[in-house]
Every structure is written in structure tokens, then in C-alpha cells.
């Protein structure tokens, strides 16, 4: 790989994969100048995912989570200072200040990721209240998750269901709490959603659905876990001047409003050139994307990053993966294939086009699932 020189240090806020992917992505790129990753956490880079399944469900270690360890980052050359805040950015400078003093810089990746929202209820309940996002956070969680334990989890999303799956495999008793009439309702519509409530249900969790959780629907568990979406970590970003409205502002190069810095991952909202509108995406492939997209941008290659929303989940024996955006505007109909109870793939369609597709448990399926999304649906 030819050497290539972008003028300066190139600083990257966010010790998570969006961030720890454009360093390595750099690398690979054949840049050869100062790259600081400045990460808050006392931990090296690591992958969010495995700490609601694989290391929840004690399958595998939280080392596995790490992106690479301390001899990877020494030998390439990457200066990763974990315990690390960066408190302020100076635009016009061109230089970031923390907690151990500043550093300049020539480009600026902003990847600070996200942050689960807080329930004041739960939070005031007087019970143990675990909220997944950091590896402390799964760890602890996991010690909490014994059988006879009675949990109740409010919020009926990926994460939630997620949780609930873990905590029915060591024999723990648990409730979900959802204010929608169906969990997952907002993402995959009612004729999908359904399954998951099934799913659920089959093995034993008590679905409490269409109504807002109560103080008193607490007071039996002995441990509550909130998992009710998160919150784009962009003061940093808004404080400097940066362009935010739900996620900072980037263009299909993954630029804010200041030409010099880049934001990743969580907080960026960008300007879809396949969906034609603003997305943010809170998931591991587009964290690995954005990265990647992110180097190509600063070593002068840049592509504007098309590639669709993605996410996966795994609960009790099934494996799933979904592809595309229904949007605000919705879907006409879902077409599915399969028993939701084997082999399974669904398509909503609008307009006579696929906008999001899923297998489940289907894996052979996997790159045309991805490939329908933009097209005409399959043959019923």
C-alpha cells in the first residue's frame, strides 16, 4: 500500500468500533502520519453487540469483545489513550482539549457514540436498575441474572428482548413492559412484531403491552433492566458549533459543517444517497461502515457511503438480520416466506418497492435478502 500523508494528526473522539475502525481503516489505507483515539472508557476499543448476547448469555468472555489488543494498537502505531475525555473542541484552532491537556489536530473524527435514556420511575423505584452499554454494564448485568430471579424489563426493543432471552436461559422469571401493542412495533409493523410476541411468550416471559409502566408493576421485581432507546452523544459536537439535530449533521461523505471534521457511528445523521433522506443508525455493521468511509474521506478517496441500514439479533434459537428503512413513510404490505418457527423471510413494500427485508434463521438467504431491498418484491 502506497504511503499516504494528510498533512497532520488525524484525532478520533470515541474509543468505540466506529472509531477504532477508521484508525485500523487508515492504516490499511497506507497512512503514515499521527493517529490519537481519545476514548473516555478505562477500556481499550470494543464491540457493543456480544455484551446483550454472547457475553450476557456466557458464551463467551468480554475479552472476546475487544477489537484488538494493546499489541495490535503499539505495533501499528495507534495512540489510544482510554480514561480519556476530550471536553471541548476548538474548530478555529484546529485542536481538541482534555482532560490531559490538548491536542491538535488536522482532521477531527467525532465517533462519541450514544447513550441509553434514563427512566426517572425505574431510576426512584428503590430496585437494583441496569441499563446496558458498557461492558461494566453487561457484567454486572449478568451476575444479576440468576434463576428465581424475578426481572422486570421495560421497553419491549431490540435490547429488551434481547435481555429477556438471556435471563429465561438461566431460569429467571421475566416480565417486559412495553407501551406499544406489540414489542418491536415501531420497527417491524404489526404483522412481523407479532412473532416476536410469540416467540416470547413460548418461552415463558409475561408480555405486558399497550400500557405506559407503572411504579407499582416495579414493586415485585427483584432487579429492573430499562432498555428504551438511546440519545446521540453530540454535546461535544453542538457545543463547538457543529451542525446537530437528532444526531450531527453529515453529508454522503460523512462531513459535518466544519470541512475538517468527520462524525461517525450513532451520532451522525446522514444524508442518504440511496434513501434520499436524513438516517442515523445505531448498529454495529454501519459503525464498521462509517469508519471505513471515514478513512477513505481523509486519505482523499472518498465514496459516498451508500450502504444500507443493517442490523442482526439473536434471541433463544433464533438468528435474524434486517436490511433497509421502512422511514416516516411506512409501508404498504409485508410479504413473508416461510414458518416464523423455521426458515423464515419477510419484505415490506411501498409503491411496489422492497424498503426493508429480514430472514430469520434463513442464512442461506442472507446476500439476496440484502440485494431485494431497492427492488421489486419477490414472487409470492
Not at 503499539?74 to 490531559?100: C, F, M, P, W
Not at 482532521?107 to 446496558?132: C, F, I, M, N, Q
Not at 400500557?211 to 407499582?216: A, C, G, H, L, N
Not at 426458515?343 to 429480514?358: L, N, Q, S, Y
Request: avoid cysteine; hydrophobic fraction near 40%; charge should be negative.
Amino acid at each position: 500500500m502506497e504511503a499516504v500523508s494528510a498533512g497532520g494528526p488525524v484525532v478520533i473522539v470515541g474509543g468505540g468500533l466506529a472509531g477504532a475502525t477508521a484508525a485500523e481503516s487508515l492504516r490499511e489505507r497506507g497512512f503514515e502520519g499521527e493517529i490519537v483515539v481519545f476514548g473516555a472508557e478505562s477500556h481499550l476499543p470494543y464491540e457493543r453487540p456480544p455484551l446483550s448476547k454472547a457475553v450476557l448469555l456466557g458464551d463467551k468472555s468480554s475479552d472476546d469483545a475487544f477489537v484488538h489488543d494493546e499489541a495490535w494498537w503499539r505495533e501499528h502505531d495507534i495512540d489510544v489513550r482510554t480514561g480519556s475525555e476530550v471536553q471541548s473542541i476548538d474548530l478555529a484552532g484546529r485542536r481538541v482539549v482534555t482532560t490531559r491537556g490538548e491536542q491538535p489536530y488536522e482532521w477531527l473524527v467525532l465517533a462519541t457514540g450514544s447513550e441509553p435514556r434514563h427512566l426517572r420511575l425505574a431510576d426512584e423505584s428503590g430496585k437494583p436498575v441496569h441499563y446496558l452499554r458498557t461492558v461494566e454494564d453487561s457484567l454486572a448485568l449478568k451476575d444479576a441474572l440468576t434463576e428465581g430471579a424475578r426481572v422486570a424489563i421495560v421497553g419491549g426493543g431490540w435490547i429488551g428482548l434481547e435481555v429477556a432471552a438471556a435471563a429465561r436461559k438461566v431460569g429467571a422469571s421475566v416480565t417486559v413492559h412495553e407501551g406499544a401493542d406489540l414489542p418491536l412495533f415501531a420497527v417491524l409493523g404489526p404483522e412481523v412484531a407479532q412473532h416476536f410476541a410469540d416467540l416470547h411468550r413460548d418461552h415463558g416471559v409475561d408480555l405486558r403491552l399497550g400500557t405506559p409502566v407503572t411504579s407499582e408493576d416495579l414493586s415485585d421485581a427483584d432487579l429492573v433492566v430499562v432498555g428504551i432507546g438511546a440519545a446521540p452523544r453530540t454535546g461535544l459536537a453542538e457545543a463547538a458549533g457543529l451542525e446537530v439535530d437528532d444526531g450531527v449533521l453529515v453529508d454522503e461523505l460523512l462531513r459535518t459543517s466544519d470541512e475538517h471534521v468527520l462524525a461517525i457511528g450513532d451520532i451522525a445523521s446522514q444524508l442518504h444517497p440511496v434513501l434520499g433522506r436524513r438516517v442515523r443508525v445505531e448498529h454495529w455493521d454501519n459503525a464498521i461502515g462509517q469508519g471505513k468511509a471515514a478513512a477513505a474521506t481523509i486519505t482523499g478517496s472518498a465514496e459516498p457511503y451508500a450502504t444500507l441500514p443493517y442490523f442482526f439479533t439473536d434471541q433463544y434459537d433464533l438468528g435474524m438480520e434486517y436490511f433497509g428503512n421502512v422511514g416516516p413513510d411506512g409501508y404498504d404490505r409485508v410479504q413473508t416466506r416461510g414458518d416464523f418457527s423455521g426458515p423464515f423471510r419477510a419484505w415490506w413494500i411501498r409503491d411496489g418497492v422492497v424498503v426493508a427485508a429480514m430472514q430469520a434463521n434463513d442464512w442461506d438467504a442472507s446476500d439476496a435478502t440484502r440485494e431485494s431491498v431497492g427492488q421489486a418484491p419477490p414472487e409470492a
